[in-house]
């Protein structure tokens, strides 16, 4: 079965966001939409990516809180911030 864009973004930010700074012991990690934009070669996919982030399943999948949005809530210089737990 193919793997929805949504679950594609929220894996691929786990492994190369989240786990790395969980494994440093780091505490808190920021991840700005346009990053994973260029990353993942995603263009014209901001409220695919923005969405994949900001729902509870990518807090459950990650095992994070997310505690704050900066920025337009699906743009490139959108930020949200978790808390890893």
């Known amino acids: 079965m193919k793997e929805t864009l949504a679950n594609e973004i929220r894996k691929y930010c786990n492994e190369t966001r989240i ?8 505490k808190i990690v920021k ?4 990053d994973i ?5 995603l263009k ?3 409220p ?8 509870l399943k ?3 999948y990650a095992n994070v809180k997310r505690t704050s949005i900066e920025g337009p809530g699906s743009g490139v ?8 737990l």
């Open 19 to 26: 786990i790395p700074a969980r494994t440093k012991g780091e």
């Open 31 to 34: 991840i700005r939409a346009g």
């Open 37 to 41: 934009r260029d990353e993942m070669n």
């Open 44 to 46: 014209n996919k901001m």
């Open 48 to 55: 695919a990516i923005c969405g994949a982030l900001q729902a």
């Open 58 to 60: 990518f807090e459950t």
């Open 77 to 84: 210089n959108c930020i949200m911030t978790f808390e890893i």
